[in-house]
C-alpha cells in the first residue's frame, strides 16, 4: 500500500489528447497512442528522476522504494522489456547504458526479498533475454546471490521477508504464501541460464514447503512462521498476501514444465472453487474464508484479487475466471475507475484509493491470449482510457488518493512500467517483436519467455 501521497485533484494537468473512437476500434491507432505514453512518461523520467527508483509524477521530484534515499533505478528496470517490445530502442539502450555504468548492489541497506525478486531480478533478467547483454545476467545473479540467504536461514526453506544486501543480516520472520512463493520463474531462469540448479531448488522447495502446510480441506491461512512453520492467521484469501503463491504454482508448470507445481495448483485450485467461491449479487466472489472449517470471515475484495480470472482460465477453468473478470469489470463500470478494495454485499468501496495497479488488464490480457475475443480488448481499452482519464498527471502517471473525487496522489509504482503498458501495448499493437502463441509472463509483467528478437 502507498503511504503519505501528496493529494491534487486531477484536471489541468491531465490533458486529455484525442483518443479515437470506441466503437470499430482501430487496435492499431490505440497501440500507437500507448507507445506515445510510454516515450512521453520516459522522457519525464529520464529528465527529472534518471537512475531514482520512481518519479513522483504530480511534483516533478523522485522518491526512493525501498532504502531510504537511496535508489536501485528501479523504474528504469522495470521498464526495460517494455521499451523493447515498444521498439523503443533507444531508450532500452539508454536504461542498459545506465545498469551498466551504475547499478551496484552492493549496498549496506534492507530489502524485500519479494518485491527485489519480482522487480529487480526479473526485470534484469527479461531485459537480457530481450538483448542478450551478459552484464544484466550477471547482475541478476549479484542480486540473486545476495538474497539466497533468506532461503537457507530457514530449516523449513522459508525465506525471511527482509534481508540486507550487503550482510545478509535478516529480519521478518512472520510471513505470508506470496512473499514465500512467488520466485520459481525468476529463480529458474537464473538457473537455467547459470547452469546453477541452487536457484531453482530454493524456490521449489519453498512452493512445497508451504503447501505441505495447508489444512486438512486444503487451503493456506495467509500467515505464517518462516522459522517454525506456524501459522499466525485463519484467513485463506486469494487476495494479497497469498495471491501469486496460487500464480507460481501455475506458472512452474506453464514455464518449466514441472509437473509436481502443476498438481500443487490443481489441489489449491480445487480447494478455492470449493469453499471461497460465492455468488453475491449478479456476479460470482471469491470471499475469504477460515483455512480450516471454511467459513466466511468476509466478502471484501481487494482489488489485487482481480488476476485470479485470468490465472484461473489459464489452468482450464474459463467460466469461473470469465465470470470473475466479468464482476471486477462490473466494479470499474461502477466507479469509472477500481477502488483498492470492494464489498460485494453493500456495492461500497471498501478502500477508497486506485494504487494505478494494473490486474484487471492483467487478466483480460490472459483471456485474449487464450481465445481472442474481442470482449477483452475492450475491456482493457477501458482499463487503458480511464487511466489516461483520471491517472494522467504533469510528469507521468499518478496514483489516486480517493476514487469517488478523482483525487491524485504524487507516486507512480514502478510495476506501471513493467505491467498495464505492456499489456495495453500486446493487446492493441499486434507486436512484432512477442510470440503470441509461446511466451511467459510474470507476476510483475516481465517477459521471461516469447520474446523474439
Ligand atoms: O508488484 C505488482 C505485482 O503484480 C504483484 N503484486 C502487486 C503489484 C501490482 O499491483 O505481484
Not at 523449513?156 to 512467488?182: D, K, V
Not at 506456524?230 to 514455464?255: H, V
Not at 514441472?258 to 489449491?268: G, H, N, T
Not at 512484432?432 to 516481465?446: H, I, M, P, V
Request: charged share 25%; proline share 3%; net charge negative.
Amino acid at each position: 500500500m502507498i503511504i503519505g501521497r501528496r493529494g491534487l485533484i486531477a484536471g489541468g494537468a491531465a490533458a486529455l489528447l484525442p483518443l479515437p473512437a470506441e466503437a470499430g476500434e482501430n487496435w492499431r491507432v490505440l497501440g500507437e497512442d500507448v507507445r506515445a505514453e510510454m516515450r512521453w512518461a520516459w522522457n519525464h523520467y529520464r529528465k527529472r528522476a534518471w537512475g531514482k527508483d520512481q518519479i513522483t509524477p504530480v511534483s516533478g521530484g523522485s522518491e526512493s522504494f525501498s532504502i531510504k534515499g537511496h535508489h536501485l533505478g528501479l523504474s528504469l528496470i522495470e521498464a526495460l522489456d517494455t521499451l523493447w517490445l515498444m521498439e523503443l530502442d533507444k531508450e532500452f539502450q539508454d536504461g542498459v547504458d545506465w545498469i551498466k555504468a551504475h547499478l551496484d548492489f552492493d549496498v549496506d541497506g534492507e530489502v524485500s526479498v519479494f518485491e527485489t525478486i519480482i522487480r529487480l531480478v526479473g526485470g534484469l533478467l527479461s531485459a537480457w533475454h530481450a538483448c542478450g547483454d551478459p552484464v544484466l545476467l550477471a547482475k541478476a545473479k549479484d542480486l540473486a546471490d545476495r538474497l539466497m540467504p533468506s532461503f537457507e536461514a530457514s530449516p523449513l526453506g522459508l525465506p525471511h521477508r527482509f534481508i540486507n544486501l550487503r550482510t545478509g543480516a535478516l529480519r521478518g520472520s512472520e510471513t505470508n504464501p506470496a512473499e514465500i512463493g512467488s520466485c520459481i520463474t525468476e529463480f529458474g531462469t537464473l538457473s537455467k541460464a547459470t547452469a546453477d540448479p541452487r536457484y531453482f531448488d530454493a524456490a521449489k522447495k519453498a512452493l512445497v514447503s508451504m503447501f505441505e502446510r495447508r489444512s486438512k480441506i486444503g487451503l493456506l491461512a495467509d500467515r505464517i512462521d518462516c522459522m517454525t512453520g506456524e501459522w499466525k492467521s485463519r484467513r485463506a484469501t486469494i487476495g494479497p498476501p497469498s495471491d501469486s503463491y496460487y500464480e507460481y504454482l501455475w506458472d512452474g508448470w506453464q514455464l518449466f514444465g514441472d509437473v509436481e507445481c502443476l498438481a500443487m495448483y490443481r489441489a489449491c485450485t480445487a480447494a478455492i472453487l470449493q469453499y471461497q467461491e460465492v455468488e453475491i449479487g449478479d456476479h460470482f466472489w471469491f470471499v475469504d474464508v477460515d483455512f480450516e472449517t471454511g467459513g466466511k470471515i468476509s466478502a471484501e475484495q481487494d482489488e489485487l484479487s482481480s488476476f485470479y480470472g485470468g490465472l484461473l482460465a489459464q489452468g482450464g477453468n474459463r467460466r469461473d475466471g470469465e465470470a470473475y473478470t466479468r464482476a471486477w469489470d462490473s466494479v470499474a463500470d461502477r466507479f469509472g475507475i477500481l477502488p483498492e478494495g470492494y464489498d460485494p454485499e453493500t456495492g461500497k468501496t471498501s478502500h477508497v484509493t486506485n494504487d494505478l495497479r494494473p490486474e484487471l488488464a492483467d487478466a483480460a490480457f490472459n483471456h485474449w491470449l487464450i481465445d481472442r475475443r474481442e470482449e477483452w480488448r475492450h475491456m482493457i481499452a477501458k482499463h487503458y482510457r480511464a487511466m489516461k482519464r483520471w491517472n494522467r498527471a504533469e510528469y507521468g502517471y499518478a496514483v489516486m488518493a480517493d476514487v469517488t473525487t478523482k483525487k491524485q496522489g504524487d507516486h507512480c509504482p514502478g510495476y506501471w512500467w513493467s505491467e498495464q503498458m505492456k499489456y495495453y501495448w500486446l493487446a492493441f499493437a499486434d507486436c512484432r517483436r512477442f510470440d503470441y502463441r509461446k511466451n511467459y509472463l510474470s507476476t510483475e509483467g516481465n517477459v521471461l519467455l516469447g520474446l523474439k528478437r
